[in-house]
Each structure stands twice: as structure tokens, then as C-alpha cells.
């Protein structure tokens, strides 16, 4: 579930604690298919002994740099979650990976479901070189949008969810970011007029920006759901405009909230006022 304002949310919790800088002494992996790669034996031969020099976003992956000038990519996918503890404290089922540092803290990783997966790789730029661009980069403007929704068939939910298009909106936020824009999810990427991408685009950064503002968000009580590294609760939820509201009236119009499913993902909106890119 992790997306672009929750991953960005833990990478500044990670970097207020004064993680850059300290020195990896030790290295446990209790889940060995959570490493994609190298090999397990070397992920934690070769990460053991490095110094942390930087942690960043790069759409939904954390991207720790190392002294090395290897870096660590951790991709959270649905329950992903970090949190510090002392090493002499008790251990849960779901605790997959362990980094213990020189200062005596260990960063947990906590995945219920077990499908993030890290990676220690040679180079980041290389490793994620398939994704698009970040919408909340300078790279990212409407004319930047309209050249890659241009001559493309596939719905606007399937274009929004494509990481090589736009790295790091996920279900939640393309959801959000289309009801703002006024546009219905299955309109063909390629149909909008030049009117409907500044919609769109505008739409992108605001549900970005809300989201980030709100440190993420978390759905419900579950402890599967977002956390923050100090064990916060994203407050987005209760700004969220269409996700997860099937049957409540929409914010705009009144109408209920629909519910569908487009690229095998729950979509939701409102079949009156998201059909042609006007906002009112």
C-alpha cells in the first residue's frame, strides 16, 4: 500500500534520527526470499561494516546510499513497515529483516504479507532506471504528462498505476488525483484534450501534496496498514475524497461514491461529476 507521501514520510522520519552516518554492524535476514539481490550470503557479507551516507525516495522505494557507493533499495510493496528497537528486545513473527548499528539501535523491518523485497545493488540510477518521472519533481509538467498520455488507449486508473509513466502514485492517490481532475478513470489516456491534462496534472500534485502533509495515510486499525517509523498513524484518511468511501456522497456533487475494478485494482468515483475534466 505504501506509496509516494508514506515512503516519503518514513525516508524523513529515517533521516531526523540521525541514521546518516552510522555504520551497519550487523546484518539478519529471517526471511531469505525477502532479498532479491545478490545471493543472501552476500546481501549480508557485503552491507555488514557499511556506513550509512544518505536515505532518499525514489518513487515507492526508500534508497539508502552507502559508503561503498553501493546503495540499499527497499520496496515496501502492501505492509511494509521499519520501526527502531534494542536488539535485546523480544522479536515478532513478521520481523524479516534486522540492522543493527554501531550506535546500538536496530531498524526493524515488519511485513506481514512478506512481499517487499531489498536489494543491495551497484547502482540506484541503473537499478531503477525503468521508472517515469516524479510528479513532484521539476521534470514533471503538464507538457512533460501530455506527451506520455499522447496516442495511448489504456485507462486513465491503468496509466496513473504504470511506475514507467509516473513513479510513485498508487491505488489510493490515482483514485484521488482523477476525482480532483474531474475524470472518470476509464477514459483513454490518450483522449484527453489539453484543457483536461492541466486538470489532471494540477489534480496529481494536490492529492501528492495533501497527502504529504498528512504524513500518509493509514486505512483503518490493522497493524498491517501504514505506520510511520515512530509508530504514527498517517491522517490522510480522513481527507480521502473517493478511496475507500463506495456509497458515501461525493464532497462535490452528493452523488454516491461507485465502485469499480479497473486494472484488477478497486477503483472509486463518481459517475456524475467525473466524466468530462471540468472541477467545480
Not at 525516495?57 to 510493496?77: D, E, T
Not at 498517517?234 to 481527507?239: C, Q, S
Not at 464532497?251 to 475494478?261: F, S
Request: charged share 25%.
Amino acid at each position: 500500500m505504501p506509496e509516494l507521501p508514506e515512503v516519503q514520510t518514513l525516508v524523513d522520519d529515517l533521516r531526523a534520527s540521525s541514521l546518516i552516518g552510522q555504520t551497519i554492524k550487523d546484518v539478519q535476514v529471517r526471511w531469505p526470499r525477502i532479498v532479491a539481490e545478490p545471493t543472501l550470503e552476500l546481501f549480508c557479507r557485503q552491507l555488514a561494516g557499511q556506513r550509512v551516507s544518505d536515505i532518499q525516495r525514489r518513487a515507492k522505494y526508500l534508497v539508502f546510499s552507502l559508503g561503498s557507493g553501493q546503495s540499499l533499495l527497499v520496496h515496501l510493496r502492501m505492509t511494509g513497515k521499519f520501526a527502531f528497537a534494542s536488539p535485546k528486545d523480544a522479536l515478532e513473527a513478521h520481523h524479516h529483516v534486522l540492522l543493527t548499528f554501531g550506535d546500538e539501535r536496530q531498524l526493524r523491518y515488519h511485513d506481514t504479507r512478506k512481499f517487499g523485497r531489498f536489494s543491495l545493488v551497484q547502482s540506484a540510477e541503473e537499478a531503477l532506471r525503468h521508472l517515469g518521472l516524479e510528479p513532484l519533481s521539476a521534470e514533471f509538467t503538464p507538457e512533460a504528462l501530455e506527451q506520455r498520455l499522447r496516442g495511448r488507449r489504456t485507462p486513465l486508473k491503468a496509466f496513473l498505476l504504470d511506475q514507467r509513466q509516473v513513479a510513485g502514485i498508487g491505488n489510493i492517490y490515482a483514485d484521488e488525483a482523477l476525482w480532483g481532475a474531474g475524470l472518470h478513470p476509464a477514459t483513454p489516456a490518450g483522449s484527453l484534450s489539453q484543457e483536461q491534462v492541466h486538470f489532471l496534472y494540477s489534480s496529481i500534485i494536490e492529492a501528492l501534496q495533501r497527502g504529504l502533509r498528512n504524513m500518509g495515510t493509514t486505512l483503518g486499525n490493522s497493524q498491517a496498514n501504514f505506520y510511520s517509523v515512530a509508530g504514527r498513524r498517517g491522517r490522510n484518511e480522513d481527507e480521502l475524497r473517493v478511496f475507500r468511501r463506495t456509497g458515501l456522497p461525493c464532497p462535490r456533487c452528493g452523488q454516491a461514491i461507485e465502485r469499480t475494478v479497473l486494472a484488477q485494482r478497486s477503483t472509486h468515483y463518481c459517475l456524475r461529476c467525473q466524466q468530462n475534466g471540468k472541477r467545480t
